[in-house]
């Protein structure tokens, strides 16, 4: 199949108008193609597939339950242009822990239609209650050895992020541990200060949680971890950009710091993801969703309603160049767990994960592994 005079945004992360030829599930061409399977896609845009490394569910579906089932939660995310995501959890009781990285495991094999899941990220359980955001203080632990290798164990392989405080008792011996086995420690959820920050990468640790959210802020006297995040080149930072977490200036601050090869966006969406406006009730805990945000009763945000088509969007408007968008929705995301080797770009060889986009940044057409989903 050949996708016909599309603006196509290709390895090299570059416009290029071009026609992408794909067979079994991979790209085989980017140029002047001929064939007689044709999509006619002139004046379009077409892109990687967008992949999200923290998504918390979807449309009905909780990834950190012990037993759920998926399939809808994918089916919503490869609608609107995710093509894969790390099934994310949030602070559990430590065998509801367990047993949802098992679930995750377990969908994982199933392969249902849409956006593949590719592992596990884990936003817990060794933050700060300080800074516990819409997490449950009760299922927050001391960072211990003991409890890490237990998480690691129930992982099955599939354990690919985790999210640590860095400034707590035993977090530095944590942090080392996971990233001496392949696990991307993101450091977040946190009162930091910015030598704690540093401590923290020194010990292995290489992305931020949800930027700027849920983390001492930013003081002229004292820079913390959202200074140590915009200025120390080690680390990547996760962006949220449905405009609700993040205003346009800050996300634009991030960007100038960092910029597109240092920030993976992600959407942070919970199950709630999809549904109607209305009052949730997420592992026990009152979520309310009014009008595309969601907040615990006290006001505090807790996840978002937008998948990350939303900040795509949002990111074009404002004026970002659609490589370097393109580069934090889909490139970095994957380069960040390895995976840019098979996913994340539009290149030969790769997985023809892609998205149709008109002119105003609508998506027209999706496909996963070659197979169209929208």
């Not at 450091?187 to 910015?194: F, Q």
């Not at 390895?338 to 998506?363: F, Q, T, W």
């Amino acid at each position: 199949m050949i996708i016909k005079g599309a603006s196509v945004v290709a390895g090299d992360f570059r416009l290029h108008k071009a026609d992408l030829q794909y067979k079994n599930g991979l790209v085989t061409a980017i140029g002047q193609l001929t064939g007689d399977e044709t999509i006619d896609a002139e004046g379009m845009y077409l892109i990687p597939g967008f992949i999200d490394t923290h998504v918390h569910g979807a449309a009905g579906s909780e990834f950190a339950s012990s037993d759920g089932d998926f399939a809808a939660g994918q089916a919503f995310e490869a609608e609107y242009g995710t093509t894969a995501v790390l099934a994310t959890v949030r602070c559990l009781a430590k065998d509801d822990l367990f047993a949802a990285e098992k679930n995750i495991t377990r969908q994982m094999a199933k392969g249902n239609k849409g956006a593949k899941v590719l592992g596990i990220n884990l936003e817990a359980p060794f933050v700060n209650p300080k800074k516990c955001g819409g997490l449950v203080p009760e299922n927050i632990f001391a960072p211990s050895l003991e409890l890490a290798e237990q998480l690691l164990d129930a992982g099955s392989g599939n354990l690919k992020i985790i999210t640590i405080a860095p400034e707590m008792p035993g977090a530095t011996e944590v942090i080392r541990f996971f990233a001496d086995n392949g696990v991307k420690v993101s450091l977040g959820h946190s009162d930091a200060t910015y030598a704690q920050a540093e401590s923290g990468a020194d010990a292995g640790a290489t992305r931020i949680t949800h930027t700027f959210n849920a983390m001492r802020s930013l003081h002229h006297r004292e820079a913390g971890l959202a200074g140590f995040a915009l200025l120390d080149k080690r680390v990547t930072c996760e962006m949220i950009c449905d405009l609700v977490h993040l205003s346009e200036q800050t996300i634009r601050l991030i960007y100038r710091m960092k910029g597109a090869d240092r920030i993976s966006l992600v959407s942070d969406t919970g199950s709630f993801a999809g549904l109607p406006d209305g009052d949730y009730y997420i592992l026990g805990r009152h979520r309310i969703v009014r009008d595309g945000e969601c907040h615990l009763e006290d006001g505090t945000i807790a996840g978002s309603c937008r998948p990350i088509w939303y900040g795509v969007r949002n990111l074009l408007n404002m004026g970002l160049p659609m490589p370097d968008v393109c580069k934090m929705a889909s490139y970095t995301p994957a380069k960040a767990l390895g995976l840019d080797g098979v996913i994340g770009s539009l290149e030969p060889g790769k997985a023809a994960d892609m998205v149709l986009l008109d002119r105003e940044y609508n998506i027209r057409a999706v496909f996963t592994d070659g197979v169209r989903v929208r």
